[in-house]
């Protein structure tokens, strides 16, 4: 395996899939290791784009999540985004000759949930009162709150409603 022969990794950005209001999975897909060797392989994301190549690892507002090594296809699920946000991403490898990127992608996270009706509006200060709210991207809601109390339960029954108990008021 002679190294001046060696080249950087061929790869590609796979799109962003299971996007959420927070989160979404992004993948890599690398198809030959230049014949050196992925030592290090992931993607990186950024609010912005200032050229068809980026963003790129080290650059300004990127944000770099590695998920190993080698060849193959891979993906991750990354939280903590902003609602209703366009983030542009690419893949990369890297071998002993360099980094290579994939093409630049984006997607738009989804716009966060929000309530539109609450029924009943009141209940017993002991709480355990079944209230029904509707509204809107309640789909991958993780917690339900009244006020700063966590609600006793709840069930997340579509995209545009959800039931829960009232906790006692504290």
């Known amino acids: 395996n002679d190294p001046t022969l060696w080249q950087y990794p061929t790869l590609s950005t796979t799109a962003a899939n299971t996007i959420?209001?927070?989160?979404?999975?992004?993948?890599?897909?690398?198809t030959a290791d230049g014949g050196a060797g992925v030592t290090e392989r992931g993607f990186v994301y950024s609010v912005f784009s200032l050229t068809p190549t980026s963003p790129v690892i080290?650059?300004?507002?990127?944000?770099?999540?590695?998920?190993?090594?080698?060849?193959g296809t891979f993906s991750n699920t990354i939280s903590g985004l902003a609602p209703n946000t366009l983030y542009y991403i690419s893949a990369y490898a890297t071998n002993s000759v360099g980094t290579n990127y994939g093409s630049v992608l984006s997607f738009t996270t989804l716009s966060g949930p929000a309530i539109t009706g609450i029924s009943p509006t009141?209940?017993?200060?002991a709480g355990g009162t079944s209230v029904t709210i509707t509204g809107t991207s309640f789909t991958g809601v993780t917690a339900v709150k009244f006020g700063s109390a966590n609600a006793t339960n709840y069930t997340v029954i579509s995209a545009t409603q959800i039931t829960a108990?009232?906790?006692a008021a504290s």
């Open 20 to 30: 959420t209001s927070g989160s979404a999975t992004l993948g890599v897909n690398i």
């Open 165 to 167: 108990t009232a906790p």
């Open 122 to 125: 009141s209940g017993p200060i």
């Open 58 to 71: 080290g650059g300004s507002g990127v944000t770099k999540v590695v998920i190993g090594t080698g060849t």
